[in-house]
């Protein structure tokens, strides 16, 4: 192994960190945020605007059933009143006043719980108003957001690719095998798969070695297991 593959293994573990950090930067958008939390009011404001109307239209059926019942009685009233203009039996006359009595009541009081309805459906009717006039604010607000997001993202995201791309040059040096056990160790171990021996340290795990492990290493290939972590440790490259 040569001291070119162990500074290429380095290198790949610098673009990876490079990498997490720039997805979680990508992640912790404040945009991307700020989206679901839009998005989560528009669903919120919807369930009220559903509630809205499906109120309006209990409503609005409760008053034609009363304003076809009002028509009806109207109708029958006529007809009542035809029968006693036609009629000169005074019991008879004395009847059909009385139910026509009856029926003029129960329109006064159809007429008056109409009046109610109406009142509740022009309440409702606002409210549908003032729901739909929010959600035209959240939607346009959902769609500033996605536009800034896809500014600030797509500039991250161009930043990644071009990570990924000098990746792919270093993990081709490294060479597959150890790339596959580099990224083994890697996913393992938080993201962080090699470190480098720094006078007595591995700077993967920042931990002091013993004076003969680092005789070993020394005297050992250009990367190796560091005794602490288990990481890979690169003992020498080029630039050492």
Do not use: W
């Not at 036609?86 to 009046?115: F, N, P, Y």
């Not at 095998?177 to 920042?206: F, M, N, P, Q, W």
Request: with cysteine; proline share 2%.
């Amino acid at each position: 192994m040569t001291v070119d593959v162990a500074e290429a293994l380095i290198e790949l573990q610098s673009i990876d960190v490079e990498i997490l950090r720039a997805e979680k930067r990508l992640e912790d958008l404040p945009e991307k945020r700020a989206i679901l939390t839009t998005r989560t009011k528009m669903k919120e404001t919807s369930a009220i605007r559903e509630k809205a109307v499906l109120l309006e239209r209990r409503l609005s059926s409760e008053l034609k059933a009363r304003q076809d019942e009002i028509s009806s009685l109207t109708e029958k009233i006529a007809a009542e009143q035809a029968k006693v203009m036609a009629t000169t039996d005074h019991r008879q006359i004395q009847a059909l006043t009385r139910e026509m009595d009856g029926l003029k009541r129960r329109v006064d009081k159809l007429e008056v719980e109409s009046i109610q309805f109406m009142e509740r459906i022009d309440k409702a009717r606002a409210q549908i108003a003032t729901v739909d006039n929010a959600l035209e604010k959240l939607s346009q607000s959902e769609q500033d957001l996605i536009a800034r997001y896809r500014e600030v993202g797509g500039a991250i995201q161009t930043e990644i690719s071009e990570l990924r791309a000098r990746r792919a040059v270093q993990a081709a040096r490294v060479g597959e095998d150890l790339v596959s056990r580099y990224e083994r160790i890697r996913d393992a171990k938080g993201g962080i798969g090699a470190g480098r021996l720094d006078g007595g340290s591995c700077t993967a795990c920042h931990m002091s070695l013993p004076a003969e492990r680092v005789r070993e290493l020394e005297s050992g290939p250009d990367i190796g297991v560091c005794p602490q972590c288990r990481r890979l440790i690169v003992v020498r490259t080029e630039s050492t």
